[in-house]
């Protein structure tokens, strides 16, 4: 018995199941790229700067689609993922880390569109009144800073000489004494560059302002304050009356605001109660009217002083008559007593003249008596001389150095009479007592005229 057996051989297919992810390999990597890189349109979008450009079958490239700014952002996190088409997909993802390299696209940036400074007049040499900043945005050589003075109107002007800035701090420096007077502002240009290749920079305004300082004291216009030129001369009415203006003193200030504020005030005076003098004006009025006990001629000096810190001053003399007529000839035979501090009081003054005025009028009196008493003696009595005897007795007294009594005597009344008439123009002829002595002085003139 045969036993035959049967071998069966079957063929089946092997079916892929997605258990492996994609391998992403990097052939190459550059960074950090410049800001300034040129950028690929199209792709696929990687973030917002960033895609994937196909070079070749499963090979891709890493592109910018969009302006890199290092300012901005300098580093840039880019992810890129690998998916397969199997069910579930796998995938697999590779960061890059890319770096932006700076580029010198910013200019230096002032922290202030302009710059206003002070400085005080007649300041030291070399003086700092302040400092400019400028700011650069980029990193490195492109972001270091240096300043310096430009002309403010093109390179053909030269820069200002009297001002200069310190080139890596910025420090503004005036390098000489300045006077408000001269110079009361001045404006200059700085620039502010950097180290970059090509070098980029911006400028900005500085204003320098001059502070006024009390240097200058007041200048007296009138009354001239001159060593070299007289006291001024003004005159004053008789009959003026208090309030009344006198004179005005102008005087002149060439510093500014408070410093030029000007005051006035009565330093000295020959009488202190007579005049007054406007604080702020410099007007000199009379405070009372004149009286006949006053000096004739008032001598008066104002002090003129400004407002500042400390305060200065300058001063004008002036002399003023209460009495005109003592500002002409009379004026000047009183001076020297005025000077020599002898002047005589009015009261004691009068009182010698009219002792004088009585004792000579006695001797007038008993003169013309003798004479009558004469006259009769000699109309009684045979004539002692005639013409040529009385010729003969002037000549004798000529001779003898002498003039005959009778015109003694009458020039002695005339010269008494111009006395008394100068007094009365001096008191004002208010004097009753002076008044009817020169009458009956003048009368004794003209009766012993007519006798002689």
């Given amino acids: 018995m045969v036993v035959v057996s049967r071998h069966y051989v079957k063929f089946g297919e092997v079916m892929d199941v997605n258990d492996n992810a994609p391998e992403i390999v990097v052939s190459s990597f550059s960074s950090p790229i410049p800001e300034n890189v040129e950028t690929w349109n199209s792709g696929r979008t990687v973030g917002s700067s960033f895609a994937l450009r196909p070079a070749f079958k499963n090979y891709y490239e890493l592109v910018t689609v969009s302006t890199l700014d290092r300012e901005e952002r300098a580093q840039h996190m880019v992810v890129v993922t690998a998916a397969d088409a199997g069910s579930p997909p796998l995938t697999s993802t590779h960061t890059f880390s890319v770096d932006i390299s700076d580029v010198n696209d910013n200019a230096p940036v002032f922290n202030q569109t302009s710059y206003t400074m002070y400085v005080h007049e007649n300041n030291a040499p070399a003086l700092l009144v302040g400092a400019v900043k400028a700011t650069d945005a980029d990193a490195g ?4 800073v240096s ?8 390179p053909e ?13 910025g420090g503004v420096f005036v390098l000489r004494p300045l006077d408000y007077e001269q110079l009361r502002q001045l404006e200059v240009v700085v620039s502010a560059a950097d180290a970059g290749s090509p070098p980029l920079s911006s400028s900005v305004s500085v204003r320098l302002l001059v502070v006024d300082e009390n240097d200058n004291a007041p200048l007296v216009l ?25 004179s005005k003193v102008v005087a002149v200030d060439a510093d500014s605001g408070q410093n030029s504020w000007l005051s006035y005030q009565l330093l000295r005076a020959t009488e202190p109660g007579l005049f007054a003098v406007g604080a702020q004006s410099g007007e000199v009025r009379l405070r009372r009217p004149p009286t006949e006990r006053d000096a004739a001629k008032q001598k008066l000096v104002v002090l003129v002083r400004d407002n500042g810190r400390p305060p200065l ?6 002399q003023r008559a209460p009495r005109p007529r003592l500002l002409g000839r009379s ?13 005589l009081p009015h009261h004691l003054s009068d009182h010698r003249l009219g002792l004088c005025v009585a004792l000579f009028l006695l001797s007038a009196a008993a ?21 040529s005897s009385v010729q003969s ?39 009753h007592g002076f008044t009817k002595g020169k009458s009956c002085l003048a009368s004794l003139v003209a009766s012993y005229s007519i006798s002689g």
């Fill in 331 to 343: 004026a000047a035979a009183a001076e020297p007593c005025c000077r020599r501090g002898r002047r």
């Fill in 367 to 387: 003169f013309v008596a003798c004479k009558v008493c004469k006259r009769k003696e000699l109309s009684s009595g045979p004539v002692l001389y005639g013409a």
């Fill in 222 to 246: 009138h009354p001239s304050a001159q060593d070299s030129s007289p006291p001024s001369s003004e005159l004053v009415p008789a009959g003026a009356e208090a309030g009344d203006l006198v």
């Fill in 147 to 154: 300043y310096s003075v430009v002309p403010a109107r093109g």
């Fill in 157 to 169: 002007e030269e820069p200002c000489s009297c001002v200069s800035v310190n080139s890596e701090s």
């Fill in 313 to 318: 001053s300058a001063h004008g003399s002036a």
């Fill in 141 to 144: 050589p492109n972001a270091k």
């Fill in 393 to 431: 007795y002037v000549a004798d007294g000529a001779a003898a150095g002498t003039l005959p009594h009778a015109l003694l005597l009458r020039g002695f009344l005339k010269a008494l009479l111009k006395c008394m008439e100068n007094k009365e123009e001096v008191t004002g002829g208010n004097r």
